[in-house]
């Protein structure tokens, strides 16, 4: 859950449940809880170690069997290619969306890296311009995502913010 928005709802006298009461009626939800520290790295440059200290407390506070919906970009949010413009990183963005505990959500386009936003109002058609590297890498995480990894898996993180990476070891297999 989101937490201001959880602590606007219980301030104003309305429902403001939490991801562990919410886990009671819904099997995925989103990564509100995390995701806006990880846009604070695309945003403003921030250190990982906020977002990792984020998706370990998830670990460590919601039921066990969790899943949340990862996505690097959703109707709330600017896109990711707005913020990642070089291929490498984009693909190692990518990758760490699939590599993540949960369920990764690829949203409206970015699948064709494009940074419009689109308004969730209006009709927005995708325009499918050709990204054929784009769209391979996806398919191969997702590929990868569905067969190598258990839908509970203990995740280990360790920064380097000297460089920054971030290594994630999952399920025996490690990458940076």
């Known amino acids: ?10 301030d104003n006298g309305r429902v403001g449940e939490s991801d562990s009461a919410l886990y009671e009626a819904f099997d995925v939800l989103y990564d509100y809880d995390a995701f806006p520290y990880c ?8 250190p990982m170690e906020e977002w990792v200290d984020a998706l370990i407390r998830q670990d460590a506070e919601l039921p066990q069997n969790a899943i949340k919906l990862r996505y690097l970009e959703n109707h709330d949010t600017d896109r990711i290619s707005q913020y990642v413009k070089d291929w490498p990183l984009w693909k190692n963005w990518t990758a760490l969306q699939f590599t993540l505990k949960g369920m990764p959500l690829v ?10 936003r689109p308004d969730i109002f209006t009709a927005d058609p995708i325009a499918w311009k050709e990204d054929d590297a784009a769209a391979d890498w996806i398919r191969t995480l997702a590929h990868l995502h569905k067969t190598l990894f258990s839908a509970q898996p203990v ?7 000297t460089h920054p990476v971030l290594r994630i070891s999952r399920d025996g297999y490690a990458g940076a």
Do not use: A
């Open 107 to 116: 949203y409206h386009g970015q699948e064709i890296r494009t940074s419009h």
């Open 155 to 161: 995740i280990d993180y360790e920064i380097d913010e």
């Open 1 to 10: 859950c989101h937490l201001p928005f959880i602590k606007f709802c219980r």
């Open 39 to 46: 846009e604070k790295i695309f945003e403003d440059g921030k």
